[in-house]
């Protein structure tokens, strides 16, 4: 017996699939959120954020470190009546120190070639 296999994009398998395509939509709301906050964190964290996980109306981040996870932590009531203010149900944010994730090179001053 022979099998035919075809190929597929991934774009196509996360339509076909409803568990990955709920999942794709998660991961695009978390971008859009952290692109509606950009503004209210200070340029030079900005590099240090990243968008993270969506628990039903618990949103998290994911931090470089813990000096920056400190810092935006004074920011969490501002970006929390931010996203409310555009529509986002958002009771709290959560933070994550995600270790061994690289410091961006601009930061550190070192020219990136």
Do not use: D
């Not at 990955?20 to 978390?30: H, I, M, P, V, Y």
């Not at 968008?51 to 929390?80: D, F, R, T």
């Not at 409310?84 to 933070?95: C, D």
Request: proline share 7%.
């Amino acid at each position: 017996m022979t099998r035919r296999y075809h190929t597929m994009t991934l774009l196509q398998a996360t339509r076909e699939s409803e568990t990955l395509g709920r999942l794709c939509e998660l991961a695009q709301e978390s971008a859009q959120r952290l692109k509606s906050v950009e503004s209210l964190i200070p340029g030079a964290l900005r590099s240090c954020v990243q968008p993270g996980p969506i628990e039903g109306s618990v949103w998290c981040l994911l931090m470089a470190n813990n000096a920056a996870a400190a810092k935006i932590k004074q920011l969490l009531p501002a970006l929390e009546a931010h996203l409310r203010s555009k529509g986002w149900e958002v009771t709290a944010i959560r933070l994550k120190v995600q270790p061994g994730q690289p410091i961006p090179f601009q930061r550190l001053g070192i020219p990136f070639e």
